[in-house]
């Protein structure tokens, strides 16, 4: 069975700054997808970023970068010049490759943006 | 873009008590679509599949007589929780697959067993 692990369960950066929020994961399957979600307080699952296995390049999504290290089956998420609207609970999640597939959630690491 | 909807947002029910709630695809069709239960400051663990036409794939510990799934349309997928209890009470998300590629979330239901 496929796993996501999410080190951080908290992290603060400063408003403007830049962050880093670490993933990894654990699977034998060699086509899937990773995921960055954001729930904000109205618990409503917003897509940050995708990056599918077989894309060498990192995905980039305006202030959102990805560092996908697949060897490592790594993959952690970079916000720069933090915003306030930044704060949230973010999850990593995998997706198996396979039509139709559910996501696989890490436990989450809440982003507190400090003024 | 794709909407997904949940009805109704929130809910309170006396426990013994049956709740429906709803997941609907605005503008597409869904064949498939899950459903995730959200424990507070916990993570979305999935529940079941549900297919269009077909019974629902229940994940392991989840039972499939107090939650029943009906798919009965290409954009309505409903979660039943019969008999409800409070240790039932939670936030359940309801995602909406479009295409081989693409899901949404819809906003959730919370879920409060009196």
């Known amino acids: 069975a496929q796993t996501v692990t999410q080190s951080q369960p908290e992290m603060s950066v400063q408003e403007a700054e830049t962050v880093t929020l670490s993933c990894t994961y654990d699977?034998?399957?060699?086509?899937?997808?990773l995921f960055w979600y954001k729930q904000p307080p109205s618990r409503q699952m917003i897509l940050v970023i995708r990056?599918?296995?077989?894309?060498?390049q990192n995905a980039t999504e305006n202030r959102f970068s990805v560092n996908f290290q697949k060897a490592a089956k790594s993959f952690s998420l970079k916000i720069s010049d933090s915003q306030l609207g930044d704060a949230a609970m973010y999850f990593c999640?995998?997706?198996?490759?396979?039509?139709?597939?559910?996501?696989?959630f890490g436990p989450g690491t809440r982003l507190s943006v400090l003024p | 873009g794709a909407v997904v909807s949940q009805h109704p947002s929130w809910v309170i029910c006396k426990s013994g008590t049956s709740v429906k709630i709803e997941c609907r695809s605005l503008?597409?069709?869904?064949?498939?679509m899950f459903w995730y239960r959200q424990f507070p400051k916990q993570s979305l663990m999935l529940m079941a599949t549900?297919?269009?036409?077909?019974?629902?794939?229940?994940e392991q510990g989840v039972e499939k007589d107090k939650f029943l799934i009906n798919h009965a349309s290409l954009t309505l997928s409903t979660l039943t929780v019969t008999s409800a209890h409070p240790e039932d009470s939670s936030f359940y998300i309801c995602?909406?697959?479009?295409?081989?590629?693409?899901?949404?979330f819809g906003p959730g239901t919370r879920l409060t067993v009196l």
């Open positions: 995602s909406a697959r479009r295409g081989p590629n693409t899901q949404y």
């Open positions: 699977t034998s399957e060699s086509d899937y997808y």
């Open positions: 503008d597409f069709q869904a064949t498939t």
């Open positions: 990056q599918e296995a077989y894309k060498q």
């Open positions: 549900s297919n269009e036409g077909s019974k629902a794939t229940y």
């Open positions: 999640a995998y997706r198996r490759g396979n039509y139709g597939q559910n996501f696989v």
